[in-house]
C-alpha cells in the first residue's frame, strides 16, 4: 500500500477512537508546506546531474518542526509526507515540544563520492534555507545520512544565518553533538521490547530475535540485545540475510560489517534471501530498513509473536490486520523508535542553551568594556 494511504487510514482510524472532530482531523492531514527542490551538482568527473529534494513539514502546533533527512533512491513525495505525519506523532507520543517534518533526496549514496555527497547536501541545502529554522523546522539524520550530513548543513545553513548549531541535531559531538545520539534510536528500542516483553512476563534473554537491517538503528539494536543476552538468530542488510539458529555472534558480525559492508558474506552464519528473513523462525521480528514490508503478501507468513517497528512504518495496515488476528503483537514506530528524536530534543536544548550563555557572556563583556 502506498506510504500516505496507509499513514492516514492509521490516523483516520485513530481519529476515530479519539472522538475527534471531523475539522480538526481534515488540518491534521493536510501537511503545513511542502517543499520540492532540483539539486544539480557537478560530479568528480564534471559531468552534471540532477536531484530532487524534498522536505515536508507537517504540523507546528506543539513546537518546532522536527525529522531526519533521507537519502535513498526510493524517496518520493508521498513517502516523505507520510514520514513527516508519523513525526508529528511521534513526537506528540513522546510528549516533547516539537511538532512534525521528514526531508529526503531520492539518490543512491552509496554511488556518491564524498564529495559529491557533500555538495549535494551543500546545494540542498541552499534550496531550503530560507524554510527551516532553529526555531521552526530542525533537521537531523534518517536513512543513507548521518553526523556529517548533519556537518554539512549545518555549515552551509551558517553561511547564511551565522554560526546556528541548533539547527540540526545528530551532528559531531565536536560541534555540539550530544552523546548517545547515535545509539539513542536503537536502546530506545531496546528499552521499549524490554517493557514490552515484560508485561508479558517474558525477558529479553528467553527470546529469539530477527532483525531486519543493519545500519544505524539495526547495528545498535543487535549490539544491545546480545549483550543483554538475548540470541539474534537472524539478520539482514540490503546484500542478503544470514541465519544461525544458535544465536548470530553479533560482535563479530559487526566487525565484518564494518570492514566488508556486505552482511550476507559472514562466515559465522548460513545466508538466506533477505525477505525470507521477515518469515523466518523467530520469537520477536525487529523491521530496522524501509517501509511497508510487512504487508498482505508476506503477513500471514510470519511466525514471530512479538513485532517492534524500528523502522518507520514497516507494517501496511493490511498486514497490521492480519498479524493482529494471528494474535501477534505489534509495537508501533512512534512508540518504539522515539529514542532518537528524544536525544535529538535535549541535544537542541542543550546547545541553544549554550549559545544563549556564551551571547550573554559576550553581551555582558562588551558593557564592562563600554563602562
Ligand atoms: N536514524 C535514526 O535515528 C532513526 C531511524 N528511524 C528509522 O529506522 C530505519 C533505519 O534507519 P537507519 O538505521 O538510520 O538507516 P541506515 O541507512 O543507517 O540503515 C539502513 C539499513 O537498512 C538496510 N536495508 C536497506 N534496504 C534493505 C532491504 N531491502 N532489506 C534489508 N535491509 C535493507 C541497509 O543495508 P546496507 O547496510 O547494506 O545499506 C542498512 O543496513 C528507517 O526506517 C528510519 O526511518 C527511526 C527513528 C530514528
Ligand atoms: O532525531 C530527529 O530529529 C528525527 C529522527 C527521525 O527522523 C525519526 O524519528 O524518524
Not at 539474534?232 to 541465519?243: L, N, P, R
Amino acid at each position: 500500500m502506498n506510504a500516505l494511504a496507509a499513514t492516514n487510514r492509521n490516523f483516520r482510524n485513530a481519529a476515530r477512537i479519539l472522538g475527534l472532530d471531523s475539522k480538526i482531523e481534515k488540518s491534521l492531514m493536510i501537511p503545513f508546506r511542502e517543499i520540492k527542490v532540483e539539486c544539480t551538482i557537478p560530479k568528480d568527473d564534471g559531468t552534471l546531474v540532477s536531484y530532487v529534494g524534498f522536505r515536508v513539514q507537517h504540523d507546528n502546533a506543539r513546537g518546532p518542526m522536527k525529522g531526519g533527512i533521507r537519502y535513498h533512491p526510493e524517496v518520493e513525495p508521498d513517502e516523505v509526507n507520510a514520514l513527516a505525519q508519523l513525526m508529528t506523532w511521534k513526537t506528540a507520543v513522546a510528549d516533547i515540544p516539537y511538532g512534525g517534518a521528514k526531508g529526503g533526496i531520492g539518490c543512491n549514496p552509496k554511488d556518491l563520492t564524498t564529495s559529491e555527497l557533500e555538495r549535494l547536501t551543500r546545494v540542498f541545502t541552499q534550496k531550503i534555507h530560507d524554510l527551516i529554522g532553529v526555531h521552526t523546522d530542525v533537521p537531523a539524520p534518517d536513512m543513507g545520512t548521518s553526523a556529517q550530513t548533519m556537518a554539512w548543513i549545518l555549515d552551509e545553513y551558517s553561511k547564511f544565518h551565522g554560526h546556528s548549531p541548533a539547527i540540526v541535531t545528530g551532528k559531531p559531538l565536536d560541534l555540539g553533538g550530544s552523546l548517545g545520539r547515535e545509539a539513542a534510536t536503537g536502546r530506545g528500542v531496546v528499552y521499549a521490547t524490554e517493557v514490552l516483553l515484560a508485561e508479558h512476563g517474558k525477558s529479553v534473554q528467553d527470546m529469539s530475535f530477527a532483525i531486519q537491517g543493519f545500519g544505524n538503528v539495526g547495528s545498535w539494536v543487535a549490539k544491545l540485545l546480545h549483550k543483554r543476552g538475548a540470541k539474534i538468530v537472524a539478520a539482514s542488510d540490503v546484500t542478503g540475510a544470514i541465519k544461525n539458529p544458535n544465536g548470530i555472534d553479533i560482535p563479530a558480525l559487526l566487525k565484518h560489517k564494518e570492514e566488508t559492508g556486505i552482511l550476507s558474506s559472514f562466515s559465522g552464519g548460513s545466508a538466506m534471501d533477505a525477505n525470507e528473513l521477515l518469515v523466518h523462525e523467530c520469537d520477536v521480528l525487529i523491521p530496522c530498513a524501509l517501509g511497508g514490508v510487512l504487508n498482505r503478501e508476506n503477513a500471514s507468513g510470519v511466525k514471530a509473536k512479538f513485532i517492534v517497528e524500528a523502522a518507520n512504518h514497516p507494517t501496511d495496515p493490511e498486514a497490521d490486520e492480519i498479524l493482529s488476528n494471528k494474535g501477534v503483537v505489534i509495537l508501533p514506530d512512534i512508540y518504539a523508535n522515539a529514542g532518537g528524536v528524544t536525544v535529538s530534543y535535549f541535544e537542541w536544548v542543550q546547545v541553544s542553551a549554550t549559545r544563549k550563555r556564551s551571547l550573554s557572556f559576550r553581551l555582558r563583556s562588551k558593557v564592562k568594556m563600554v563602562s
